[in-house]
């Protein structure tokens, strides 16, 4: 079946624009949440969703950052003003349900470039 | 505060040579021990989950085994597909976000 879809798959952008990145999830996942990955970094968890609701934003590292989740399912994560230190790959994860035992099942991720 | 620890970094293989991936962990409630397969320009792929000291769970090559500080991934006899960055991440039972904590991650390579 469909696994969760991202776009774009890769997104090079100037320091100071503002970029927004996709999330699908697999239908019928509840939970939905953002992590990000950097060189040398260990995957990072950005905020979590259950259904449109955000319980846990506490990964955003700045105002800048922002995310909403639509009609249970698409999510759309913000990056106002971009600055190098953005530059990473923003993965997006779902999973069936938020009691958090399960697995979650990832998306390839959006490499984001800001030059 | 949660922390995992992955060990090592890196290692390389032989094909069909067997060895051992270790997680090390500390949080205050293990709700899930989760490991996650990783290949280059994709998202980690769900491999197994485990609960509570002493289970085990297995998938081809691969057998995953958990204690109350670390958890191991066992390949046997692993071949070149195998090589990938392996990923062990946890829950805490008192973390409300439900968040993963992440280790850094151990690249393996498997020659033929």
């Known amino acids: 079946g469909a696994g969760v879809s991202q776009s774009p798959s890769n997104k090079v952008t100037e320091k100071g624009k503002d970029v927004e990145l996709r999330c699908d999830p697999i239908?019928?996942?509840?939970?939905l949440y953002w992590y990000r990955q950097s060189l040398g970094q260990g995957l990072e968890f950005l905020i979590y969703?259950?259904?449109?609701?955000?319980?846990?934003k506490s990964g955003l590292p700045s105002d800048r950052f922002s995310a909403e989740r639509t009609g249970g399912s698409v999510s759309t994560l913000t990056i106002q003003r971009t600055q190098q230190e953005d530059s990473a790959v923003y993965l997006c994860?779902?999973?069936?349900?938020?009691?958090?035992?399960?697995?979650?099942?990832f998306g390839p991720g959006t490499r984001l470039t800001v030059l | 505060e949660d922390q995992v620890t992955q060990s090592p970094e890196a290692l390389r293989l032989q094909e069909g040579e067997s060895s051992s991936l270790n997680c090390s962990y500390t949080?205050?409630?293990?709700?899930?021990l989760f490991w996650y397969r990783q290949d280059p320009g994709k998202g980690p792929e769900f491999l197994f989950t485990?609960?509570?000291a002493g289970e085990e769970k297995e998938k081809e090559r691969l057998k995953a085994t958990l204690t109350k500080k670390e958890s191991f991934l066992h390949i046997t006899a692993p071949k070149p597909e195998d090589s990938a960055t392996y990923l062990c991440?946890?829950?805490?039972?008192?973390?409300?976000?439900?968040?993963?904590?992440f280790g850094g991650g151990t690249r393996l390579m498997v020659k033929p």
């Open positions: 239908s019928g996942h509840t939970a």
């Open positions: 991440a946890v829950r805490d039972h008192n973390n409300a976000g439900n968040m993963l904590t």
């Open positions: 949080v205050s409630g293990l709700r899930g």
């Open positions: 994860a779902s999973s069936l349900s938020g009691t958090g035992t399960g697995g979650e099942y």
């Open positions: 485990l609960y509570s």
């Open positions: 969703f259950q259904g449109n609701s955000a319980p846990d």
